[in-house]
């Protein structure tokens, strides 16, 4: 009987029936699942798309996550299928796993159509410590969702601290970057200011004299944001910086209102 319930085939029908009702014995359905071998990988990622029940989506992906670690390249496989929602979950699933042999996935669902799904390699690849997983990351910066570029901006700060300065310092500072929303700009800024560096200070001195980067509405809320994030900064640097500032604007206030 436990040959034949393991079967493929028995795994859809079981599954297929299963996944008509909101409400079953979930914890039965998860000893059976942890029973299964690894050629359930397929029926039940096809069974997690039909399922109704958010409960029984979790002991499916619960299983997968065992299941998967003995064959990660059929797991894998499922990243081409065209439904996003399934391909959200298998990367996950694989970051969960947090085997080397994953992070080859993981970069091919860093290319997926659907932000969700990048933004999820993201995350996934930011639990490996080791240094394939972590070349990746920056790659992440390009996307072309501002969320994800941000996602990715606050995890190279937590994860490489002042080794994210080389990566972030050239971004801000270029011309394309200034044309980005508010929003991210805030982000990165706020982000830089959480390392306790004195390079940390010198990028963020230094966007304080591109005033012409900036479009004109958004001068006055960068300008601020940049002000308050060296003032949290607890570095001698960091406050020297911010007085040359304010005292470098007050001349200018002076020549604006006195020189003809």
Same mark, same amino acid.
Not at 90 to 115: F, M, W
Not at 172 to 200: C, M, T
Not at 221 to 242: F, G, P, T
């Given at each position: 009987?436990?040959?034949?319930?393991?079967?493929?085939?028995? $795994?859809?029908?079981?599954?297929?029936?299963?996944?008509?009702?909101?409400?079953?014995?979930?914890?039965? !359905?998860? &000893?059976?699942?942890?029973?299964?071998?690894?050629?359930?990988?397929?029926?039940?990622?096809?069974?997690?798309?039909?399922?109704?029940?958010?409960?029984?989506?979790?002991?499916?992906?619960?299983?997968? #996550?065992?299941?998967? &670690?003995?064959?990660?390249? +059929?797991?894998?496989?499922?990243?081409?299928?065209?439904?996003?929602? !399934? #391909? *959200?979950?298998? +990367?996950?699933?694989?970051?969960? $796993?947090?085997?080397?042999?994953?992070?080859?996935?993981?970069?091919?669902?860093?290319?997926?159509?659907?932000?969700?799904?990048?933004?999820?390699?993201?995350?996934?690849?930011?639990?490996?410590?080791?240094?394939?997983? &972590?070349?990746?990351?920056?790659?992440?910066?390009?996307?072309?969702?501002?969320?994800?570029? $941000?996602?990715?901006?606050?995890? !190279? #700060?937590?994860?490489?601290?002042?080794?994210?300065?080389?990566?972030?310092?050239?971004?801000?500072?270029?011309?394309?970057?200034? &044309?980005?929303?508010?929003?991210?700009?805030?982000?990165?800024?706020?982000?830089?200011?959480?390392?306790?560096?004195?390079?940390?200070?010198?990028?963020?001195?230094? !966007?304080?004299?591109?005033?012409?980067?900036?479009?004109?509405?958004?001068?006055?809320?960068?300008?601020?944001?940049?002000?308050? #994030?060296?003032?949290?900064?607890?570095?001698?640097?960091?406050?020297?910086?911010?007085?040359?500032?304010?005292?470098?604007?007050?001349?200018?206030?002076?020549?604006?209102? *006195?020189?003809?």
């Amino acid at each position: 009987i436990k040959f034949y319930l393991g079967e493929p085939q028995s $795994i859809e029908r079981l599954m297929g029936s299963l996944a008509r009702f909101e409400h079953f014995d979930h914890e039965q !359905l998860q &000893k059976y699942l942890l029973q299964l071998s690894k050629n359930a990988i397929a029926p039940l990622c096809s069974a997690w798309l039909q399922m109704q029940s958010a409960a029984g989506r979790t002991a499916i992906s619960n299983a997968l #996550v065992e299941l998967g &670690k003995q064959d990660i390249p +059929t797991l894998g496989s499922f990243l081409k299928h065209h439904h996003w929602q !399934l #391909v *959200f979950n298998v +990367t996950s699933i694989l970051g969960k $796993i947090g085997e080397d042999k994953c992070i080859p996935y993981l970069a091919q669902a860093r290319g997926h159509e659907n932000a969700k799904v990048r933004n999820e390699a993201l995350h996934a690849l930011s639990r490996f410590n080791n240094e394939k997983a &972590k070349a990746l990351l920056p790659e992440f910066l390009k996307d072309p969702e501002m969320r994800v570029r $941000i996602h990715a901006s606050r995890i !190279l #700060v937590e994860r490489l601290g002042a080794e994210a300065l080389p990566l972030l310092g050239p971004l801000v500072g270029s011309q394309e970057f200034h &044309k980005r929303d508010p929003r991210e700009k805030k982000a990165f800024l706020e982000g830089i200011g959480k390392i306790q560096e004195s390079d940390a200070v010198r990028i963020l001195e230094g !966007l304080l004299y591109m005033r012409a980067f900036f479009r004109r509405g958004e001068w006055r809320e960068i300008k601020s944001c940049i002000e308050s #994030v060296l003032a949290s900064l607890e570095l001698d640097d960091a406050k020297v910086a911010l007085a040359h500032w304010k005292k470098k604007r007050e001349k200018w206030f002076f020549r604006l209102l *006195f020189c003809p």
